[in-house]
Nanobody, 121 residues
Framework: QVQLVESGGGLVQPGGSLRLSCEAS????????MVWHRQAPGKPREVVAS???????NYLESVKGRFTISRDDAKKTVYLQMNSLKPEDTAVYYC???????????????WGQGTQVTVSS
């Protein structure tokens, strides 16, 4: 069993900053890709940012230059630093991780419960 717990969400004003964290616990060999997703009311879920085990990065176009994803493998944690926040960033933010076990190698994807981010004046 692997558990992911997000933290760091809250209410901020436009232009403000917030840092989200997601920590994994359980028994596994390593973590492959770590991903942040978000879902706003009435909108589909979208990938915000991802980071591979060798620190290759990918960002949603609308957050480039404002958000930074990073990982700390010793802490089994992924972070999302969010700067210059806009009202359209308001959503529930979820993390997911591809968790590697074995050999034989298997990769299972796990999700956290989500944390609310609200950007409003």
């Amino acid at each position: 069993q692997v558990q992911l717990v997000e933290s760091g969400g809250g209410l901020v004003q436009p232009g403000g900053s917030l840092r989200l964290s997601c920590e994994a616990s359980g028994s596994f060999t390593k973590i492959a890709t770590m991903v942040w997703h978000r879902q706003a009311p009435g909108k589909p879920r979208e990938v915000v940012a991802s980071i591979t085990s060798d620190s290759r990065l990918n960002y949603l176009e609308s957050v480039k230059g404002r958000f930074t994803i990073s990982r700390d493998d010793a802490k089994k944690t992924v972070y999302l630093q969010m700067n210059s926040l806009k009202p359209e960033d308001t959503a529930v933010y979820y993390c997911s991780m591809g968790v590697v076990i074995g050999p034989p190698v298997t990769v299972n994807n796990y999700w956290g419960q989500g944390t609310q981010v609200t950007v409003s004046s």
